[in-house]
């Protein structure tokens, strides 16, 4: 099944409906969590329902995708997204409303897709966070992941130069094949020492 639930101690992990809209828009309109993120803060409802329709729809109606909503058990209303890219980065991404942030929430919901998408043999992950956002590394390390090397991109929209370490994880034993897109495509780019 495309996006099966996942669930953990705390979270349920589902896919986001259309009556998730205002839930939708409290965090992708958050503005301090999007701070370190490409887009800016939607502003509506209506732009939230577009988000839904543009993003999460196309992945539901594919065979395969790993595109969540965060929900706490309790209500099971989305406090933030969780996914995996099916390109070849298999790029893993997270974002929480910041009153939820600093809680375990991230690396719980994040730690639950890592293993649904190592059962479905996809063969590693990689992640990438903005040098000005360290919390976010921290939750790759806690997965286990392990940092490679650091790329300077052009973001989009917001067009802003931001500095960003890549990490990553081999999940199918098969170690020493860094996922070089990025450093091949950046100008500026380095291996920064004691990360």
Partial sequence: MNTPELETERLRLRRFTAEDAAAILAIFGDVEANTFLPWFPLKSLEEARQLFERQYQPVYRAERGYQYAICLKEDDIPIGYVKVDLDESHDLGYGLRHEFWHRGIAAEAARALVEQVRRDGLPYLT????????????????????YQYSYEEQWQPKDIPVLFRLYQMDLDGNSGRPYLQYWEQSRVHMVEQGI
Avoid: F
């Fill in 127 to 146: 992640a990438t966070h903005d040098v000005n956002n360290p919390n976010s590394g921290a939750v790759m390390k806690k997965l286990g992941m392990v």
